[in-house]
């Protein structure tokens, strides 16, 4: 097939990917004459996001009156460890109110309160009951309604597609992307004048994660090749509970709505071991230091049968439980044969969120690549070492937003198309062919496996020097299979072929996590050393990890993390929680 | 050594196609996703299927075991006796292997007029009165409904009738307390509710336990049934919630 053959569509703004950050940029950057394109390598309403379940963070305060984006922002910070661009998580506390209200104005259906308000939920770290949720489906909520305002909102959606290259000028900027219709196996360059990258995190990477089969970094590769930044790659969350048993289903989350909720940890001798690392947060302590604890319990003998803790919420009822956990309760049921309101159940960390990602500007989400944009799990900055629970549904409400606003105002200061050339659209054809004409290669799912028990036993919940050198070491071998992978059959929806893809990202994005981890010589937030147990806060804790592709080579380097101006480093320096005065204005909402 | 259990697999597209048994060792608490997942990393690399969550929320895995409508990563192969079959949904045309065109269902879908706000949020809603729309915004949009329900599958009427998964959006929309529109001339004429015979299958395979037919399907009957022989009355109100 020759490039004479191959659809060529033009679009203002080329959005990839169709979960919670794309769907909301494209509603916001499909505004009269802009045209819009959001591609998905699923069908639409299916993205990762709709694996969410605990809810979204914002502090509406309806039950907490104290609540204010002054307490969000503190605890945002003090989760990140101090990592986070301040001026992200500003934004970010400062605007999340607006955006669920918007949420519900768009049809958005929360659990109420007796006073017929939103609902807000306690999760992990955040000091006042923040997280608006609607029972334990709210990635649902937030996907089906931004589906269904999107789809009336003039843009094109493109459902499994899959984009497998980005365009550049001579200048580096983005002038389309080169996509495969997986249905059929044709394909299809989309020009563009800004392109933006919202295709979701990495844990796929490891075996043992809650993540969706989509979760494989593919647009975050797409943007390291082209020469973007990424920042901060060795911060990869472990959520503290995971099922464990029965095999297929290990990984699989728990959400920490049950502790939220009411549920409480176990070792195997009954005690509440929480108490000990945590007497304040206890098991409503941040995700980093939960799931050190059950690591630590396994490592000390005191494990569950599978490896883990258990989980104990029988005390809430039968009733509670079904009504405000109903997803929950089905999952151990049909899945583990466990029936949660009569008895605990085993859970163990699980790979969750990438922390680590695309480095964006916080008021636009402009990338290090002119006319590339990035936001929600792809993109990097808010929320520092440690993910705070529901701060990434409001994060990709918020900066999806701002990254449509940027997109679309780049677009339109672009006056010249500049079109991907002939050569450059048989270049990508080649390449994406490659694997389909290999007789003999590498099967990408065993690559897969591979890399997956690499990071899993390198990159993981302990780290040190000598694991992360061997990793990268190990990690030679798995770059060259990635070269000859092969995918036997035809083009119309052949599963193998799109596993190429997927695998030539994680391989690359493996080797930043690996670097990061071997360099990061401090323990800070989800990144734990054994040889430097304490945090650095005055050497590394006052630098962010960038990592460059130089030629065929992952580059680090480091730049300091940027410094809050004085009103907000205040809020960090009275040593008492920053809270609304006068609460009788609280609960906007 | 693992026991072995054989999946009848079809593999084939619009041209046609035939079932392929594979053998595949057995975990426990293993789902026919799991399955077949062995089966394409390690013998049939191409075995097209779609997934996502492999934790029945994302609604991707719909096909049919053994003849019946469900989600492959919710559906443990030790409850299921004898010899395995998986199809591919028979309500709408096969890709290839166990993947369907299900595009006909997103173009009902914007048909249907959206969520209509009779006032800026936000909402005083009590949670009473949210109950219902709860109940169906739970919706995974696996389509299993859609491909049990006999309009569309045994009598492929899909001109006549937006089937049951398109009910409840109807149902959830009509039935917000802050929803100011109305579909219920929509939801006689081109959506086509009077094809329904409540027969009920929809609500027995939905694997959201969702009331499609008691608690959408047959208001949406009355509201339209009030309308169509009530014009005067139906002039000065808009049917109450609930
Ligand atoms: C089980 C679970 C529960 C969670 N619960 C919560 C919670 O309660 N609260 C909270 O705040 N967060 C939660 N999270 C985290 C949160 O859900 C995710 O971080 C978030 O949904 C990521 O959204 P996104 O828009 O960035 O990307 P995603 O939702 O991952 O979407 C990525 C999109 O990109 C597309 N894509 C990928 N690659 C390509 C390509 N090459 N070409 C074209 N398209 C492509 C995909 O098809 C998809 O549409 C949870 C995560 C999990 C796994
Ligand atoms: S009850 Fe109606 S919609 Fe449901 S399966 Fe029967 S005929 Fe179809
Ligand atoms: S109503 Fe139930 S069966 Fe029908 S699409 Fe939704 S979840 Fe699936
Ligand atoms: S894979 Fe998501 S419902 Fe089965």
Not at chain 1, 5 to 33: Q, T
Not at chain 2, 63 to 86: F, Q, S
Not at chain 2, 186 to 206: L, R
Request: with cysteine; proline share 5%.
């Amino acid at each position: 097939m020759t490039d004479g053959m191959i659809e060529r569509l033009r679009y203002d703004v080329v959005i990839l990917g169709a979960g919670g950050a794309g769907l909301r940029a494209a509603i916001e950057a499909a505004r009269p004459g802009v045209k819009v394109a959001v591609l998905s390598k699923s069908l639409l309403g299916k993205a990762h996001t709709v694996m969410a379940e605990g809810g979204m963070a914002v502090s509406f305060g309806n039950l907490d009156p104290q609540d204010c984006w002054q307490t969000h922002f503190y605890d945002t910070m003090r989760g990140g460890k101090f990592l986070n661009h301040y001026r992200m998580a500003e934004i970010f506390a400062k605007e999340a109110p607006d955006r669920v209200v918007e949420l519900e104005q768009w049809g958005a259906v929360f659990d109420r309160t007796p006073e017929g308000r939103i609902s807000q939920r306690a999760f992990g770290a955040h000091s006042f009951r923040r997280l608006a949720h609607v029972g334990d489906r709210t990635g649902l909520e937030l996907i089906r309604t931004l589906q269904y305002k999107g789809i009336h909102s003039g843009m094109d959606i493109y459902q499994e597609v899959t984009a497998t290259h980005l365009f550049q000028d001579g200048a580096g900027r983005p002038t389309g992307v080169f996509a495969y219709h997986r249905q059929s196996g044709t394909f299809c360059v989309f020009e563009a004048k800004a392109v933006v990258i919202a295709t979701g995190g990495w844990g796929r990477m490891y075996k043992v994660t809650s993540n969706s089969w989509e979760s494989t970094g593919e647009g975050a590769a797409l943007a390291m090749r082209a020469g973007a930044e990424m920042k901060d790659m060795e911060m990869v969350q472990f959520h503290p509970t995971g099922m464990v048993w029965p095999p297929g289903a290990r990984g699989l989350l728990v959400t920490e709505g049950v502790r939220g909720e009411g549920g409480i940890l176990l070792n195997s001798e009954g005690e509440r071991f929480m108490l000990r690392y945590d007497p304040e947060k206890k098991d409503l302590s941040s995700r980093d230091v939960v799931a050190r604890s059950i690591y630590k319990e396994v490592q000390a003998g005191r494990g569950s049968p599978h490896g883990g803790a258990f989980l104990d919420i029988t005390h809430r009822g039968a009733d509670f439980i079904k009504r405000k956990l109903p997803n929950m309760y089905d999952q151990y049921l049909s899945l583990a044969d466990i029936d949660i309101t009569k008895q605990p159940f085993e859970v163990a960390p699980t790979i969750h969120y990438t922390m680590g990602g695309i480095s964006v500007d916080p008021e636009t989400g402009a990338t290090s690549l002119e006319g590339l944009f990035a936001a929600g799990e792809s993109a990097c900055g808010l929320h520092g070492a440690n993910r705070l629970g529901g701060n990434s549904l409001t994060d990709l409400l918020v900066f999806g937003r701002r990254v449509g606003i940027g997109a679309c105002d780049y677009a339109a200061s672009r006056q010249e198309w500049t079109a991907p050339s002939a050569s450059q659209v048989a270049e990508a054809e080649a390449a994406a062919l490659a694997p389909l004409d290999r007789a003999e290669g590498e099967n990408p799912y065993q690559l897969h496996k591979d890399l997956q028990e690499l990071m899993g036993e390198h990159a993981a919940i302990a780290r040190n020097r000598e694991l992360a050198e061997a990793g990268l070491a190990k990690l030679e071998a798995l770059k060259l299979r990635s070269k000859r992978l092969a995918s036997p059959g035809s083009r119309m929806y052949n599963p193998g072929w799109h596993a190429v893809f997927e695998v030539e990202a994680m391989v690359l994005l493996a080797e930043a996590i690996l670097q990061g981890a071997l360099w990061r010589e401090e323990s800070r937030g989800a990144h734990w050393r054994l040889d430097f147990p304490d945090a650095d806060d005055q050497g590394f804790g006052q630098a962010n990890s960038i990592c460059r592709l130089d030629g065929d080579e992952v580059k680090l380097s480091t730049r300091p993390v940027p410094q809050m101006p004085a009103e907000l480093a205040a809020l960090f320096s009275s040593g008492q929680l920053p809270v609304r005065q006068g609460t009788d204005q609280g609960g906007h909402s | 050594m693992a026991e072995m259990r054989t999946l009848h697999v079809f593999r084939g597209d619009q041209s046609g196609g035939e079932e392929v048994a594979y053998e595949v060792p057995v975990e426990s608490g293993m789902v026919v996703l799991d399955a077949v997942h062995q089966i394409q990393a390690t013998q049939a690399p191409d075995l097209a299927v779609r997934w996502n969550c492999k934790a029945a929320r994302c609604g991707s895995c719909s096909a049919e075991v053994n003849g019946h409508p469900r989600l492959m990563c919710k559906t443990r192969l030790d409850a299921i006796e004898g010899e395995i079959h998986v199809r591919p949904m028979k309500a709408f045309p096969v890709i290839r292997d166990l993947v369907t065109d299900v595009s006909w269902n997103y173009e009902k879908a914007k048909q249907i007029e959206p969520f209509a706000p009779k006032e800026p949020a936000p909402f005083t809603m009590y949670q009473r009165d949210v109950e219902r729309s709860q109940q169906f915004r739970k919706c995974i949009e696996c389509f299993l409904c859609q491909d049990v329900c006999h309009v569309l599958r045994e009598h492929s009427a899909k001109e006549q009738y937006f089937g049951p998964r398109f009910m409840i959006k109807i149902a959830e929309l009509e039935m917000h307390p802050m929803d100011g529109a109305d579909r219920v001339p929509f939801t006689s004429h081109q959506a086509g509710v009077g094809m329904c015979n409540i027969t009920k299958c929809c609500q027995e395979v939905c694997p959201e336990h969702i009331h499609l037919t008691d608690d959408a399907i047959i208001p949406l009957k009355e509201r339209v049934a009030d309308r169509e022989w009530d014009p005067i009355r139906a002039l000065f109100r808009k049917p109450a919630v609930r």
